[in-house]
């Protein structure tokens, strides 16, 4: 083999490994995203849904002391 094919063979793999390694980072982001997103939506439904009976336990207890 000569010199100028292993060295571009080299710097094709060196390309690669970046733009494979770019890709992988860049989907965990997302993924992390969208997992922290569901759950805040999650939560927010579940204060929302719960938060007149919390607050109706509290105005009870409130005037029960």
Same mark, same amino acid.
């Given at each position: ?12 793999? %060196?390309?690669?490994?970046? /733009? @494979? ?8 982001? $997302? ?13 927010? %439904?579940?204060?929302?849904? /719960? @938060? ?8 009870? $207890?409130?005037?029960?002391?």
């Amino acid at each position: 083999m000569s010199w100028n094919l292993i060295q571009n063979r080299l710097a094709q793999a %060196v390309i690669d490994l970046r /733009t @494979g390694i770019r890709r992988e980072d860049g989907q965990g982001l $997302i993924e992390y995203a969208l997992i922290v997103s569901l759950i805040s939506i999650v939560a927010i %439904v579940a204060l929302a849904l /719960t @938060g007149t009976n919390i607050t109706s336990i509290l105005n009870k $207890i409130a005037s029960d002391v």
